[in-house]
């Protein structure tokens, strides 16, 4: 048997994609044709509506990206070969042409090794540029043969300079990667990720891959995708749409506990306070403390009977539903119809007669009912329940005793309390006061899966939040507690786990960094000694970038030397972004513009402008090509935890670091 050519086997490869397009978007018109006729094969206007949307969903998962390569591997088995692509693609015969990366046959493609081949004779990969395959390179794992990192397609695709918003990694999975995203629906997991090693990756391809195995549960209760900041969410906006995953729901924290407006600030002292978990056991006591004991019997007249309800039996309906541990506003509800119930028990004994829902629906808004309940049930809202605390000394005292000091009881108070709760100023920090009174006063969604990035910035209380939108699912829970900034960083991934609700989770370390280059790795890991938390250093697999350290002798000089390093990293290919101290943002931006250099905002990832210049406070997440970080002593100044932030801001390099500064380095780097 002869061996092809490369050059014959290119071509077919070729053709075997250009025939796989040809069927997608056979696929697609199938799938468009249907929604067009959707409402005239549909029995009713509920089903023609619930089929639209079906079909409407279907043809967004089917849209193709001619830049975006359809298969990236092959894998030769004893049953024939199987190209592996983002999606699933079949012929007009039902035949596959490119298997779904999900797909239980492609978890080959990642994990077959020469130890353990998994029946794979040979792993091809694929090389591309737009698009378009130029080449592939074969493993011959029956042969022992196995390249691993020192893949030449592989690391280009690791390494290839990226602009805009994030892509996926399908191509470039990892064996360590690959367990964590293939791990089964039920498991809570926490990373523990060193930067670059595609933690944010790994969690959004998990999304994925379990909306793939568990699509009907998922598309019931949904999957939430939690980021520090909507420049984050934009950044990562692109990546599960690219894998036909159109269905999932993306929000920052301060999204999801949005009720009430942002209008007033607080201390730094206050802040730290009501993102307390303390907060949670004063909150839960001012709403519980408002339930009274009966005392008194009711009476209603209905007609020409009237009914009585003594104060016995009256106490017995509060407690009973104080014990059954509902939320607050869903125990009132009870206790009005237990109330109803007695009354309609009286009514059926002396009538004879069960009375319909028109009496037992007057019976439950009766003055004598009403009043009843005001006294040992009262109506409370989430909103009116933070005013009444922070309002009010004796109700916070009461709340709060052997809780918090007098001190930091002082704290919380408001200098001014408001007129009403519409005339309220609440503050960021109020917002989670605010949740956790919703979650007291009644049940909140729960989404099937939630993925929450960036997760050494949660304070308890936000974490709180998350896990009252996820009670009844699993998490991936993704961060590195080295990049903590927040005043309530976490210093323990356990903390943040019980605080979630899945103090069980396993919680896996990515030390192996793909993407921030060694040079610039080891820079950063001079900050570790002096962040005060246990994480094992990164190692980064790339050798081949450069970090450049520029001292100027001037601070007048500053601006001018950021922009020669702009002007030289425009010589290569890639992002550029400049990366400061957030008061120097707007200054560097003028400077930039007034030389002729557009840049833009790290919301505007569509804009297609090369250089960005992002403030130090909301770069995290983010990753560029070449970075030129300005002054890191007036980044690390700006903040308590200012060496955190600078230990993310020298990590989001992937190729190129130039550190420009006329001030001193912080010492841990200034350190040879």
Same mark, same amino acid.
């Given at each position: 048997m002869?061996t092809p050519?490369?050059?014959?086997?290119?071509a077919?490869?070729?053709?075997h994609?250009?025939?796989s397009?040809?069927?997608?978007g056979r696929?697609r018109?199938?799938?468009?044709?249907?929604f067009? *006729?959707?409402e005239?094969v549909?029995?009713?206007a509920y089903?023609?509506?619930?089929l639209g949307?079906?079909?409407?969903?279907?043809?967004?998962e089917?849209?193709?990206?001619p830049?975006?390569?359809?298969f990236?591997?092959?894998?030769d088995?004893?049953?024939?070969?199987y190209?592996?692509?983002?999606?699933?693609?079949t012929?007009?015969?039902?035949?596959p #042409?490119?298997?779904?990366?999900?797909a239980p046959?492609?978890?080959?493609?990642?994990?077959a090794?020469?130890?353990?081949?998994?029946?794979?004779a040979t792993?091809?990969?694929?090389?591309?540029v737009?698009?378009e395959?130029?080449?592939?390179e074969?493993?011959?794992?029956?042969?022992?043969?196995?390249?691993g *990192?020192?893949?030449?397609?592989?690391?280009?695709?690791?390494e290839?300079?990226r602009?805009?918003?994030m892509r996926?990694?399908?191509a470039?999975?990892q064996?360590e990667?690959?367990?964590?995203?293939?791990?089964?629906?039920?498991d809570s997991i926490c990373?523990?990720?060193?930067?670059?090693t595609g933690?944010?990756?790994?969690g959004l391809h998990r999304?994925?891959?379990l909306l793939?195995?568990h699509r009907e549960?998922?598309?019931?209760?949904?999957v939430?995708?939690?980021g520090p900041?909507s420049?984050?969410?934009s950044?990562?906006?692109?990546?599960l749409?690219a894998?036909?995953?159109v269905?999932?729901?993306q929000?920052t924290v301060d999204?999801?506990?949005?009720?009430?407006?942002?209008r007033g600030?607080? *201390?730094?002292?206050a802040?730290?306070l009501?993102?307390d978990?303390r907060m949670?056991?004063?909150l839960r006591?001012?709403l519980?403390g408002?339930?009274?004991k009966?005392t008194e019997?009711? #009476?209603?007249s209905?007609g020409?009977y009237?009914?009585?309800?003594?104060p016995e039996?009256?106490?017995r309906?509060?407690d009973e539903?104080?014990?059954?541990?509902l939320?607050?506003l869903?125990?009132r509800?009870?206790?009005?119809?237990r109330?109803?119930g007695l009354l309609q028990?009286q009514?059926e004994?002396?009538t004879g007669n069960?009375p319909?829902e028109?009496?037992?629906?007057r019976m439950?808004?009766v003055a004598?009912v009403r009043?009843f309940?005001e006294t040992?049930?009262?109506?409370?809202t989430p909103?009116g329940l933070v005013v009444?605390?922070?309002?009010?000394a004796?109700?916070?005292?009461?709340?709060?005793?052997?809780i918090?000091t007098?001190?930091?009881q002082?704290e919380?108070l408001?200098?001014?309390p408001?007129?009403?709760?519409?005339?309220?100023k609440?503050s960021?920090?109020d917002?989670?006061?605010?949740?956790e009174?919703?979650g007291?006063?009644?049940?909140?969604?729960s989404f099937?899966?939630?993925?929450?990035?960036?997760?050494?910035d949660?304070?308890?209380m936000?974490?709180r939040a998350?896990?009252?939108r996820s009670?009844?699912?699993s998490i991936?829970?993704?961060?590195d507690?080295a990049?903590?900034?927040?005043?309530w960083?976490?210093?323990?991934w356990?903390?943040t786990l019980a605080?979630?609700?899945?103090?069980?989770?396993?919680?896996?370390?990515l030390?192996?960094?793909?993407?921030?280059?060694a040079?610039?790795?080891?820079?950063?890991n001079r900050?570790?000694p002096?962040l005060?938390? &246990?994480?094992?250093?990164?190692?980064s697999?790339r050798?081949d970038g450069?970090?450049?350290?520029?001292?100027?002798?001037?601070p007048a000089d500053?601006?001018?030397?950021?922009l020669?390093?702009?002007?030289?990293?425009l010589?290569?290919?890639?992002?550029v972004a400049v990366i400061a101290?957030?008061a120097?943002v707007?200054r560097l931006r003028?400077?930039?513009?007034?030389?002729g250099?557009?840049?833009?905002?790290?919301?505007?990832?569509?804009?297609?402008?090369?250089v960005?210049?992002v403030?130090?406070?909301?770069?995290?997440?983010?990753?560029y090509d070449?970075v030129?970080v300005a002054?890191?002593? &007036?980044i690390?100044?700006?903040e308590?935890r200012?060496?955190?932030?600078l230990?993310?801001?020298l990590t989001?390099?992937?190729?190129?670091?130039?550190?420009?500064?006329?001030?001193?380095?912080?010492q841990p780097?200034?350190?040879t």
């Open positions: 002869t050519d490369l050059d014959t086997e290119l077919a490869e070729r053709h994609l250009t025939e397009r040809a069927a997608l696929m018109d199938r799938a468009q044709a249907l067009a *006729t959707g005239n549909a029995g009713d089903t023609a509506e619930q949307r079906t079909l409407s969903k279907r043809v967004a089917l849209a193709d990206n830049d975006t390569p359809l990236f591997g092959r894998l088995l004893d049953a024939g070969a190209h592996v692509g983002r999606r699933h693609v012929d007009d015969a039902g035949e #042409m490119v298997l779904d990366w999900r046959l492609s978890r080959a493609f990642y994990r090794s020469v130890r353990d081949p998994q029946g794979v792993r091809r990969r694929f090389g591309f737009k698009g395959l130029t080449s592939f074969d493993e011959h794992l029956d042969r022992g043969e196995e390249l *990192t020192n893949s030449r397609i592989l690391t280009a695709e690791i290839r300079p602009v805009g918003p996926d990694i399908v470039t999975i064996p990667q690959d367990e964590l995203v293939r791990a089964e629906l039920t990373v523990q990720g060193a930067p670059g933690k944010t990756a790994v999304a994925a891959y793939y195995l549960r998922l598309r019931r209760s949904g939430l995708i939690v900041n420049a984050f969410l950044y990562i906006s692109a990546v749409p894998l036909g995953e269905e999932v729901a929000a999204d999801l506990i949005a009720r009430v407006p942002v600030t607080d *201390t730094a002292a802040a730290l009501k993102h978990p949670a056991e004063v006591r001012a519980w408002r339930i009274g009966p019997a009711i #009476m209603v209905d020409s009237r009914w009585r309800i003594d039996p009256l106490r309906v509060v539903a104080r014990r059954e541990g939320p607050y869903v125990g509800e009870r206790v009005q119809a109330v109803v028990r009514s004994y002396r069960s319909g028109g009496w037992l629906r439950a808004k004598p009043d309940l040992a049930w009262p109506a409370v909103e009444a605390l922070l309002s009010d004796e109700l916070l005292a009461r709340s709060a005793e052997g918090l007098a001190d930091e002082q919380l408001w200098a001014r408001p007129r009403s709760v519409k005339t309220a609440f960021a920090a917002t989670v006061l605010v949740d009174a919703t007291l006063l009644e049940r909140q969604q099937g899966h939630v993925v929450v990035d960036e997760a050494q949660l304070s308890p936000q974490a998350i896990a009252r009670e009844h699912g991936t829970l993704l961060g507690l990049q903590g900034t927040a005043p960083a976490a210093a323990d356990r903390d605080h979630l609700g899945k103090p069980d989770a396993a919680v896996v370390p030390t192996t960094g793909f993407r921030v280059p040079v610039v790795v080891a820079l950063a900050l570790l002096a005060g938390v &246990d994480v094992p250093e990164a190692v697999l050798r450069d970090l450049a350290i520029v001292a100027v002798a001037e500053l601006d001018a030397a950021v020669v390093e702009v002007t030289a990293a010589d290569h290919e890639g992002s101290a957030d120097a707007d003028a400077h930039l513009k007034t030389a250099i557009p840049a833009a905002t790290p919301d505007d990832v569509e804009s297609g402008a090369r960005t210049v403030p130090a406070t909301i770069v995290k997440g983010l990753e070449h030129i002054e890191p002593a &007036d690390v100044a700006a308590p200012g060496l955190h932030r230990y993310v801001v989001r390099a992937v190729s190129r670091l130039s550190v420009v500064h006329a001030q001193p380095l912080p780097l200034a350190t």
